[in-house]
């Protein structure tokens, strides 16, 4: 990652939860997936913004509208500020083949969090 306009924000244990983008004379909070937490803040307010949002919305399932407008229920398995790669949520199925979804970063307008929406599960 070469994205100098991004200051890496570590819990205590070393795991990388997010960024502070400088934006006048405070920080923008930036979690993994890229999006902005709030408004430009102080550093230390910042930094709570970022701990308090943790990585838990990275377990959580997303949906991934394809190029034909097919909504795919999906899970993030790897996420960097270079891409974000999903995956068909199988349900922990071994029988079924991989479906894997490499896209940008931030988190494109395709992906969004499920929230209360209910999809095929295949």
């Known amino acids: 990652m070469n994205r ?3 200051i890496e924000h570590r ?3 070393g795991e990388l ?3 502070l983008r400088p934006e006048g004379e405070g920080f ?3 979690d993994l997936l890229g999006r902005e937490l709030g408004d430009s803040v102080d550093w230390l307010t910042g930094e709570e913004q970022l ?3 943790g990585l838990a919305y990275l377990a959580d399932p997303y949906v991934l509208l394809l190029g034909d407008g097919t909504e795919l229920r999906v899970r993030i398995t ?3 500020a270079d891409r ?3 995956k068909k949520d199988d349900f922990g199925a071994i029988d ?3 479906m894997r979804f490499e896209l940008g970063w931030p988190m494109p307008p395709e992906l969004t969090p499920l929230g209360d929406r209910e999809l095929p599960a295949w």
């Open 78 to 80: 790897e996420v960097s």
């Open 84 to 86: 974000i790669v999903v």
């Open 4 to 6: 100098p306009d991004l």
């Open 17 to 19: 939860v997010g960024w």
């Open 28 to 30: 923008v909070p930036v």
């Open 51 to 53: 701990e308090a949002r």
């Open 11 to 13: 819990r205590p244990d």
């Open 96 to 98: 079924v083949p991989l």
